[in-house]
T-cell receptor
Framework: EAQVTQNPRYLITVTGKKLTVTCSQN?????MSWYRQDPGLGLRQIYYSMNVEVTDKGDVPEGYKVSRKEKRNFPLILESPSPNQTSLYFC??????????????FGQGTRLTVV | GENVEQHPSTLSVQEGDSAVIKCTYSDSASNYFPWYKQELGKRPQLIIDIRSNVGEKKDQRIAVTLNKTAKHFSLHITETQPEDSAVYFCAATGDYKLSFGAGTTVTVRA
C-alpha cells in the first residue's frame, strides 16, 4: 500500500530538548516536504527536498533542520524547540519529474506541543 | 517565490446548493494546481487537480477552472452534501515548491 508514515503522532516536549520527527515514503517519490498547520494560516512549507542530498528552505524554516540521506526518508529536526513551534506537522511526498508535480501524499500528521 | 491567496476563508451553504472557492497565484511559471480536502482530524487528500494546458476539469460534482492570464483558479462543488463539510486548500507549484492557500472551511447546512 502506497503511504507516507510519520512518527510520532503526538509529542509533548520541553523547551530546548532536541527532537526528531521521522517521515518515510514507499512510493519512490523524488520530492518530499514538511509543512506546519496552524489555525487560519493554512499549510506553510518548512523545508522541501527535490531528491537525495538536495534540500531547500520553504517559507518558515527558522528553528528547523532536515536531511535527505536516503530517498525514502526525510526527518525533521528541532535542535532547540520553543513554544512557538507548537503546531500540527505534516510530511508529504510526490513525484516531480520532467512531467511536473503529481499528487502529494500526506502523512498522518504529528501534533507537537512544546512547553 | 509563489504566493497563493484563497477566498473566502469560511463558506456556509445550504445542502443542495453550490459552493465556489477562488484562488490567485503570483508565479506565472506555475503549471500545476491541485485542490485538497481535509476532514476534521485527518490529513489533506487530493480531490482534483489541473495543469496549465487545460482550462477546466470536472469529476462528478466537483470542477476546477483555470485562467492563466488572470492567474486565478477556482473550485466548484455542485449539489453540496453534508460530507462535503471540510477545509479545502488550493495549491500551486513554482520552483518545485508546492505552495498552499490558507484554506476555506466549508460548512454544509442540512
Amino acid at each position: 500500500e502506497a503511504q507516507v508514515t510519520q512518527n510520532p503522532r503526538y509529542l509533548i516536549t520541553v523547551t530546548g530538548k532536541k527532537l526528531t520527527v521521522t517521515c518515510s515514503q514507499n512510493m519512490n517519490h523524488e520530492y518530499m516536504s514538511w509543512y506546519r498547520q496552524d489555525p487560519g494560516l493554512g499549510l506553510r512549507q518548512i523545508y522541501y527536498s527535490m531528491n537525495v542530498e538536495v534540500t531547500d528552505k520553504g517559507d518558515v524554516p527558522e528553528g528547523y533542520k532536515v536531511s535527505r540521506k536516503e530517498k525514502r526518508n526525510f526527518p525533521l529536526i528541532l535542535e532547540s524547540p520553543s513554544p512557538n513551534q507548537t503546531s500540527l506537522y505534516f510530511c508529504a511526498s510526490s513525484s516531480s519529474g520532467t512531467g511536473g508535480h503529481t499528487e502529494a501524499f500526506f502523512g498522518q500528521g504529528t501534533r507537537l506541543t512544546v512547553v | 517565490g509563489e504566493n497563493v491567496e484563497q477566498h473566502p476563508s469560511t463558506l456556509s451553504v445550504q445542502e443542495g446548493d453550490s459552493a465556489v472557492i477562488k484562488c490567485t497565484y503570483s508565479d506565472s511559471a506555475s503549471n500545476y494546481f491541485p485542490w485538497y480536502k481535509q476532514e476534521l482530524g485527518k490529513r489533506p487528500q487530493l480531490i482534483i487537480d489541473i495543469r496549465s494546458n487545460v482550462g477546466e476539469k470536472k469529476d462528478q460534482r466537483i470542477a476546477v477552472t483555470l485562467n492563466k492570464t488572470a492567474k486565478h483558479f477556482s473550485l466548484h462543488i455542485t449539489e453540496t452534501q453534508p460530507e462535503d463539510s471540510a477545509v479545502y486548500f488550493c495549491a500551486a507549484t513554482g520552483d518545485y515548491k508546492l505552495s498552499f492557500g490558507a484554506g476555506t472551511t466549508v460548512t454544509v447546512r442540512a
